[in-house]
Nanobody, 120 residues
């Protein structure tokens, strides 16, 4: 089992910045891709950004150039630096981790979510 704990959410004005962190604990061996997803009220949960254990990144078009995902494999922690925030970035942000369990089996884990509100 892997536990994911997010931190760093809050209220910020448009144009501001926030940095989210997600620390993985427990049986963290063979964690491959980690990432961030977000869910606004009444909407589905959408991908924000992912990063593999080798550092390959993927971003949603809506955040490219504004958000940066990074990872410290030694600390089993993934970060999301969010700059130039817009009101439409308001959502609950969830950390996700994908763990290889052998053969064709992967386990998928979610954090509890952290609220990000962009408002003046």
């Amino acid at each position: 089992q892997v536990q994911l704990v997010e931190s760093g959410g809050g209220l910020v004005q448009p144009g501001g910045s926030l940095r989210l962190s997600c620390a993985a604990s427990g049986s963290t061996f063979s964690i491959d891709t980690m990432g961030w997803y977000r869910q606004a009220p009444g909407k589905q949960r959408d991908l924000v950004a992912t990063i593999t254990s080798g550092g390959r990144t993927n971003y949603a078009d809506s955040v490219k150039g504004r958000f940066t995902i990074s990872r410290d494999n030694a600390k089993n922690t993934v970060y999301l630096q969010m700059n130039s925030l817009k009101p439409e970035d308001t959502a609950v942000y969830y950390c996700n981790a994908n763990q290889y369990a052998g053969g064709a089996t992967f386990y998928n884990y979610w954090g509890q979510g952290t609220q990000v509100t962009v408002s003046s």
